[in-house]
T-cell receptor, first 113, second 116 residues
Framework: LAKTTQPISMDSYEGQEVNITCSHNNIATNDYITWYQQFPSQGPRFIIQGYKTKVTNEVASLFIPADRKSSTLSLPRVSLSDTAVYYCLVALRGDTGGFKTIFGAGTRLFVKA | GAVVSQHPSRVICKSGTSVKIECRSLDFQATTMFWYRQFPKQSLMLMATSNEGSKATYEQGVEKDKFLINHASLTLSTLTVTSAHPEDSSFYIC????????????FGPGTRLTVT
């Protein structure tokens, strides 16, 4: 089962771009890469998902190199409200067609004024 | 977007009693739901995968007789913590994936269980 490695914590200032890189060296062909955001005492919130190259939505961009062994979440112009834990997950499709998602340790992002 | 609810949001119970937590997909059908547990300052730990109409698949180290999972319909899964003890106090989170496909999981808001 593919596992992920992320920096434990990061600090940034308001208005800066934040890039969080995740390693997933043993990602399988069927695995998708998904990033979630979690605030204290809340469930994780979906940010973005991708399989390869670059994906962009209204809140973030996700960069995935050709070998797919890592991915980078890019948050443009962060604000104080972006202070949260960010999880990089790999979704592994099982033999029966379903999948399960295993959370890594996550990255605690602290945005300062 | 798809919404997953949990009930209750917070529960306090006495040691030895059982507690049931409900997880509902409000605007979509979910054949598969997942149950996680999260201790303070830690990541989410997958406990089990709940499959509609069949038995749940438990992760290694999770006692299936203690954490009973029932997925009776395409929109409801329940987790019952039986004979709860203080060490079961934790934040329990469920998630669901739409039957229509895709890998996106929608998470519930979580249930804070405190066993006294």
């Amino acid at each position: 089962l593919a596992k992920t490695t992320q920096p434990i914590s990061m600090d940034s200032y308001e208005g800066q771009e934040v890039n969080i890189t995740c390693s997933h060296n043993n990602i399988a062909t069927n695995d998708y890469i998904t990033w979630y955001q979690q605030f204290p005492s809340q469930g994780p919130r979906f940010i973005i998902q991708g399989y390869k190259t670059k994906v962009t939505n209204e809140v973030a961009s996700l960069f995935i190199p050709a070998d797919r062994k890592s991915s980078t979440l890019s948050l443009p112009r962060v604000s104080l409200s972006d202070t949260a834990v960010y999880y990089c997950l790999v979704a592994l499709r099982g033999d029966t067609g379903g999948f399960k998602t295993i959370f890594g340790a996550g990255t605690r992002l602290f945005v300062k004024a | 977007g798809a919404v997953v609810s949990q009930h209750p949001s917070r529960v306090i119970c006495k040691s030895g009693t059982s507690v049931k937590i409900e997880c509902r997909s409000l605007d979509f059908q979910a054949t598969t739901m997942f149950w996680y547990r999260q201790f303070p300052k830690q990541s989410l730990m997958l406990m089990a995968t709940s499959n509609e109409g069949s038995k749940a698949t438990y992760e290694q180290g999770v006692e299936k007789d203690k954490f009973l999972i029932n997925h009776a319909s395409l929109t409801l899964s329940t987790l019952t913590v039986t004979s709860a003890h203080p060490e079961d106090s934790s934040f329990y989170i469920c998630s669901a994936r739409e039957n229509s496909g895709g890998y996106e999981q929608y998470f519930g808001p979580g249930t804070r269980l405190t066993v006294t």
